[in-house]
């Protein structure tokens, strides 16, 4: 199965993509987790990437882009994947469907866990304090909620009108979100 979760910051989507992904026996793909191994390590990616992360921008397209082409050309990936914050933009969204042409194949699903913003504010300004990750200040957060209503709302219209979207709530326990998704997604 090859799917695509999105889903705005705080609903949940890094913790659904880890229980969805190891229900399916499929790699999880976390564009967010990639770019902070890279920060973390100083690479040349990472030092580029940091720039924009600190702030809750979106990385530039062709960073992005190219790094996911590379991730969706290794082996394990070759039978399905879950990817877990991308695309987020419009041009992400035909780059995808080009790599995928290229593989000879494309996507199954969209997934959009959908998420009161109220609720998911309190939610990363709690994560906040427990994993101290430098994008979760109030300010950035909600630069975040911003950029995302602009950049990467619109993406569900899109694959809605390809007949490959799933709109799940992600309000409610973690495991009632889990087993909505499995439901969603036919397991
Ligand atoms: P969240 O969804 O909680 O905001 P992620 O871990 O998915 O966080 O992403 C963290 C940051 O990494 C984003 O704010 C952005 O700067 C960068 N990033 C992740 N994925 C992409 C992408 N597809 N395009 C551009 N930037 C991205």
């Not at 300004?125 to 957060?141: M, N, S």
């Not at 630069?143 to 809605?160: I, K, S």
């Amino acid at each position: 199965m090859r799917l695509v979760l999105m889903g705005p910051p705080g609903a949940g989507k890094g913790t659904q993509a880890k229980f969805v992904s190891e229900a399916l026996n499929i790699p999880h793909i976390s564009t967010g987790e990639i770019f902070r191994k890279n920060v973390t390590e100083g690479t040349e990616l990472g030092v580029k990437a940091k720039e924009y992360m600190d702030k809750g921008e979106y990385v530039p397209d062709e960073v992005t882009n190219s790094m996911v082409a590379a991730r969706l050309a290794e082996p394990d990936a070759k039978n399905g994947f879950l990817l877990d914050g991308y695309p987020r933009t419009l041009p992400q969204v035909s780059e995808l469907d080009a790599i995928l042409d290229g593989l000879d194949t494309k996507l199954d699903n969209c997934v959009e866990i959908t998420a009161n913003t109220d609720e998911v504010v309190q939610r990363l300004l709690k994560r906040a304090e427990l994993e101290g990750r430098p994008d979760d200040t109030e300010e950035v957060i909600r630069n975040r909620m911003v950029v995302y209503a602009r950049e990467t709302e619109p993406l569900a219209a899109v694959y809605e009108e390809h007949g490959i979207l799933l709109k799940v709530d992600g309000m409610g326990e973690v495991d009632e979100v889990t087993q909505r998704l499995l439901a969603a997604l036919g397991h």
